[in-house]
């Protein structure tokens, strides 16, 4: 494989269009950059194809699976490291997403992960903070996507607050525009249902206040493209969109009566199924808000993502960042964490693994799980690796995709106790037992919670099980230990996996 060492790619699959970019990373005196070298945009559509009981239709999965194949072939010289792909909405509450995604995997050739709504909306942040000029207060990013919208107010480079809501100018535009009809009444419905979504937030978003608001990405730069082309704008502003200006587009699209007779100059025909949704969104936000302009980026979560990418390359990974505030929240007891971690992964080094950023991976994954594990304590002793694994999967965890929090749930789960309740997680997803071996053995021989010397431990894969062997003098003068390896085997007998403690006189 060529690989090109000073570039990134990141993949949006996005309700309305999908989208990469190829980043090139230049190293300065005061840290890294990235510039845009290469773009692909494609209008799929893939909310359009959503059935009202949240099944994808086949006729949009085409659509992006062709797309897919052409970012592939951009692609194909690329390092997995240096690619990430990631989906927003639709494939959030597609009920058939998973079957979707292993076809797309397959037409692009890079594993996609479905991100929650609040890692969408740091990603986004973190594109449009870098693609603005430095701000010495707040900002205000809206982000109106194609199934959802994203608000987050940051300072510098990092997010204050963040939300995700439930309205895109996909969805928008079907519920109260599905033929592309636009009148007073009907405009005014779909802006008052906006409205609605955003009043959850509104309160607490004007107390914190801002002294910037920005519109990022698509809908945004469409609606200043056509405000500013045809000079809607309010008297002394060039760019950007003021309240004005949308008024002023409001008037010409319920004029022209359906919005396939407007006839505005810079209106691109992608952009005309989606226009009336958007627009009546972004006067929900302006007049929920108080906003009388707003600014403009074409960045946001795709230029996030390659900033994401770029700090786990340089080995600033967010996850790891993510983990250190939860052991802090949830009063982790950092020195058991880390013993525990360190175990495992020292188990884990001696099986085999010939796949070195694979290693590199379940490494982190381990220690990330050993920092997590007993985080439910702060709900209660009793089931406590349940409560771990609850926080673990459905906390907003920035920087880690959904596929990555349920993998982290269940080795938090799975850490201690009978191993059969992951029989029917098993149906659903994949287990990694490996990981899981190495993190139990660790948490058993652990559990006296002080730094103890552990005799030599050899463990190695063998016959679809495990086997660990440890010193017989060792194991006799510590008989809780004995026999909870004694009970440990036969938890993954029962699942059919063997497993043998062999003692030896070494």
């Avoid at 797309?104 to 594109?127: D, H, K, N, S």
């Avoid at 406590?384 to 789960?413: C, E, W």
Wanted: proline letters at 3%; glycine letters at 8%.
């Amino acid at each position: 494989m060529v690989t090109h060492p000073h570039l990134l790619a990141a993949v949006d699959l996005g309700s309305n269009s999908f989208r990469l970019i190829v980043g090139r990373v230049e190293e300065t005196p005061a840290g890294s950059q990235i510039y845009q070298v290469d773009a692909l945009r494609e209008p799929v559509r893939l909310g359009g194809g959503l059935s009202k009981d949240k099944m994808l239709d086949r006729a949009s999965q085409v659509r992006g699976l062709e797309a897919l194949k052409r970012f592939g072939e951009r692609l194909r010289d690329f390092h997995p490291d240096q690619v990430r792909a990631v989906a927003t909405n639709t494939l959030r509450v597609a009920k058939n997403a998973h079957d979707f995604i292993v076809e797309a995997e397959a037409a692009l050739g890079f594993p996609i992960e479905v991100i929650a709504g609040r890692e969408e909306a740091r990603l986004i942040y973190a594109g449009a903070a870098h693609s603005v000029p430095a701000s010495a207060g707040k900002r205000l990013v809206v982000d109106i996507g194609g199934g959802s919208t994203e608000f987050i107010i940051g300072s510098h480079y990092t997010p204050i607050h963040m939300e995700s809501l439930y309205i895109g100018c996909v969805s928008h535009s079907r519920q109260f525009f599905p033929a592309g009809n636009v009148d007073e009444y009907t405009m005014r419905q779909a802006e008052l249902a906006a409205k609605r979504e955003i009043q959850i937030i509104s309160r607490e978003y004007k107390q914190t206040g801002w002294d910037q608001a920005i519109g990022s990405s698509g809908t945004a730069r469409a609606l200043a493209e056509l405000i500013e082309a045809n000079d809607f704008n309010d008297p002394g502003i060039t760019h950007g969109i003021s309240r004005g200006g949308l008024e002023k587009l409001k008037r010409a699209l319920i004029k022209a009566e359906n919005v396939n007779r407007l006839k505005l100059i810079a209106l691109k025909p992608d952009r005309i199924p989606v226009l009336a949704g958007g627009l009546s969104i972004m006067l929900g936000v302006f007049e929920e808000l108080g906003i009388e302009y707003a600014d403009t980026t074409d960045a946001a979560l795709r230029l996030g993502v390659l900033y994401d990418l770029l700090g786990r390359s340089q080995h600033q990974d967010m996850r790891t960042v993510t983990v250190e505030g939860f052991k802090r929240r949830y009063g982790v007891d950092a020195a058991q964490a880390d013993r525990i971690g360190e175990l495992a992964i020292s188990f884990y080094d001696q099986l085999d693994e010939t796949d070195e950023d694979q290693r590199e991976e379940n490494r982190m994954f381990l220690a990330w799980a050993a920092s997590l594990h007993e985080i439910g304590l702060s709900i209660a002793h009793s089931a406590y690796h349940k409560h771990s694994a609850y926080i673990t999967s459905n906390a907003d965890m920035p920087g880690f995709s959904r596929t990555d929090q349920a993998r982290l749930a269940t080795l938090v789960l799975g850490h201690a106790g009978k191993l059969g309740k992951l029989g029917k997680l098993a149906q659903t997803r994949d287990i990694d037992w490996t990981l899981l071996f190495c993190l139990r053995l660790a948490a058993l021989l652990q559990r006296r919670r002080v730094d103890v010397g552990l005799p030599g431990i050899d463990v190695k894969a063998a016959n679809g099980g495990f086997e660990v062997r440890l010193s017989n003098e060792w194991v006799a003068s510590n008989p809780l230990t004995d026999y909870s390896l004694v009970q440990e085997a036969m938890e993954w007998e029962k699942i059919g996996r063997p497993y043998r403690v062999i003692y030896t006189d070494d």
